[in-house]
């Protein structure tokens, strides 16, 4: 079967850095996306990956191994607004999109 | 309209029922997709539809279908509405099927009682 994995929920202090995994097992890969879900919102689009390496946008990170089935979204300087549930997908073979449960991010003052 | 639009915002609905939840995107994208995402799981893909006249299953599509009649419209129609099917549905839409990342509605809460 297909399965994401993340963290069900990760607190962290505002202005540091967090790192949320994600491991995935796929019939193929054809890219991974990260998205960001406030609560009550909809999903919107954080970062792409589709080749090893890191992908930097702004304060935003994401990592991928393909040999691993392993990603991360580094977040660096966090804010306030950066609590929110962050989803991991994984294009598959067939490319549709196959969701992790997300990781609920909690930030402390 | 700016982006996609979905109606209701929310719904209760008695069991049995019949209803159809809308969806309108604006942006000329190719590709839509219907949604439903539930406490402690991952979004499942019901239906999708990669261009005006074409529709295919997704993960969980029994009891639901669509229809595309253009490229504006994907309405998601519960045909007899069961408890189970309380969820909250986003439609999404992309540039083209499976390439582009998706770009989501503000959701429709449904509660069948």
């Known amino acids: 079967g297909q399965n994401i994995d993340q963290p069900t929920e990760m607190t962290a202090t505002e202005g540091a850095i967090v790192q949320i995994n994600c491991t995935y097992q796929?019939?193929?890969?054809?890219?991974l996306f990260w998205y960001q879900q406030h609560a009550g919102e909809a999903p919107t689009f954080l970062s792409y990956n589709v080749l090893d390496g890191l992908e930097e946008k702004g304060r935003f990170s994401s990592f991928l191994s393909r040999s691993k089935g392993y990603s991360y979204l580094l977040l660096k300087e966090l804010q306030m607004k950066d609590s929110a549930s962050y989803l991991c997908a994984v294009r598959d073979s067939n490319y549709q999109l196959i969701w992790g449960a997300g990781t609920k991010l909690i930030i402390k003052p | 309209i700016a982006g996609i639009t979905q109606a209701p915002t929310s719904q209760i609905l008695a069991a049995g029922r019949r209803m159809t939840l809308r969806c309108t995107q604006d942006?000329?994208?190719?590709?839509m997709y219907w949604y439903r995402q539930d406490l402690g799981l991952g979004l499942r893909l019901i239906h999708y539809s990669n261009t005006a006249g074409t529709t295919g299953k997704g993960e969980v599509p029994d009891g639901y279908s669509v229809s595309r009649a253009n490229t504006d419209d994907f309405p998601l129609t519960l045909a007899s509405a069961v408890p189970s099917q309380t969820s909250v549905y986003f439609c999404a839409s992309s540039v083209r099927g499976g390439v582009n990342e998706q770009f989501f509605g503000p959701g429709t809460r449904l509660t069948v009682l």
């Open positions: 942006m000329r994208h190719n590709a």
């Open positions: 796929t019939s193929g890969f054809n890219g």
